[in-house]
């Protein structure tokens, strides 16, 4: 499974943008997808992730209200939308697919990762 991600951008704080992850390959539609972060001297962190068939999401604490992970299968695409952006949100952002959420959702099990994407919010 290859995975494209694009999207990322220069904004300011509370702005949104949209982040898209294109998959190809074989059954890359049969896994579940996500999104990491990595800011500058920090580790990788888990964003969010959705079940291979959109019906269950996990989002961490520092998202939960602001991001929105979806996914459409049919264009073998995840989106993560941001709003109410913060300085803090900051970082390269790569999406990740594993056949089930829980493998997803911690970076030593994902089974692909995308290049990154940059996002910085300015303040």
């Known amino acids: 499974v290859q995975l494209q991600a694009s999207g990322g951008g220069l904004v300011q704080a509370g702005d949104s943008l949209r982040l898209s992850c294109a998959a190809s390959?074989?059954?890359?539609?049969?896994?579940?997808m996500g999104w990491f972060r990595q800011a500058p001297g920090k580790e990788r962190e888990f964003v969010a992730a959705?079940?291979?068939?959109?019906?269950?999401?996990s989002y961490s604490d520092s998202v939960k209200g602001r991001f929105t992970i979806s996914r459409d299968n049919a264009r073998n695409t995840v989106y993560l939308q941001m709003s109410s952006l913060k300085p803090e949100d900051t970082a390269v952002y790569y999406c990740?697919?594993?056949?089930?959420?829980?493998?997803?959702?911690?970076?030593?099990?994902?089974?692909?990762w995308g290049q990154g994407t940059q996002v910085t919010v300015s303040s």
């Open positions: 959705i079940s291979w068939r959109g019906g269950v999401t």
């Open positions: 390959g074989r059954t890359s539609s049969n896994n579940a």
């Open positions: 990740a697919a594993a056949p089930s959420l829980f493998q997803v959702a911690t970076p030593t099990t994902v089974r692909y």
